[in-house]
């Protein structure tokens, strides 16, 4: 048996609480008005006339739907997302950088900045196609040249014997 026929992956049980885009509305009725939250709201937009539609359980933009200013855009998809309900959120426009849209994520772990990734998509949607930067932060000292070209090596190992590039000249042939 291969060991991916071995493998059991499980979601731990926090991820469903935290996923659901319910918790966006949970948390704007918490701490209505704060500066770094986008009002949302379960069932229906109330008040919002611009707004981003969210399925409760989607990923990676499956079924959302934006009413913007300028019109509706629309992430259909053959998904199952969407029967169990919908959040709105407000809108907030995307920065726009010669047709990318950057999403920020960060990490806090302690209390203190970990990491951070760039998600970015040519869709005003955040897609499956989204390209993925992640960072990590670290009050260390960052790595010399001979530490990076170890991790590098790690990563990209050099080829084996008959591996190498065919258009290359061998040693043998020397360029011409």
Known sequence: METKDRIKWFEPAWKAILSNKAFLAAIWKLFPDHP???PAYVGEPRELTHYAKKPLF????????????????????????????????????????DGSHPVLGLWVVDHSPAGM???ESDSLITDYFARFTPHYISNAAP?????????IAEDYPAPGPGLADASAPSAAEGTR
Do not use: C
């Open 36 to 38: 770094l939250l986008l």
């Open 58 to 97: 989607g990923r990676e933009g499956d079924m959302v739907t934006l009413h913007t200013p300028e019109g509706d855009v629309v992430n259909k998809s053959d998904s199952r997302y969407g029967p169990e309900g919908y959040v709105y959120q407000q809108y907030h426009p995307l920065p726009d950088f």
């Open 117 to 119: 990734g760039i998600r």
């Open 143 to 151: 790595p010399d040249a001979k530490q990076t070209a170890e991790w």
